[in-house]
């Protein structure tokens, strides 16, 4: 049988896995976005200068890079990481009280 320590470790342990992995995907998200749009931008300047179509995509996937961003690192004040462990804790013990009845 574990100990409530070893329970708690490999709890904390797991929730700064997932933090890793969601920071690892904001940043391969931002990579993206740069290479994707600077090769827009190339082809947007060097075959018709005179509309700048790439603006579009940019603005477009930069709103969307931008909320990924404020919700990786919990800029968010609603639906947060915060809010999820709340959430978590409301339903685990609203359970185990429901198992004692």
Do not use: C
Not at 9 to 23: G, N, P
Not at 54 to 83: K, S, T
């Amino acid at each position: 049988m574990e100990t409530p320590i070893t329970n708690d470790a490999e709890a904390s342990y797991q929730k700064a896995q997932k933090r890793v992995e969601e920071i690892k995907g904001f940043y391969g998200h931002l990579y993206s976005f740069i290479l994707v749009n600077a090769g827009l931008i190339i082809l947007n300047l060097t075959t018709s200068s005179s509309y700048l179509w790439f603006l579009y995509p940019v603005i477009g996937w930069g709103v969307g890079l931008a909320i990924h961003g404020l919700h990786v690192f919990n800029l968010i004040p609603f639906l947060g990481h915060e809010w999820e462990e709340k959430k978590i804790r409301e339903m685990i013990e609203k359970e185990n009280a429901s198992k004692w009845r």
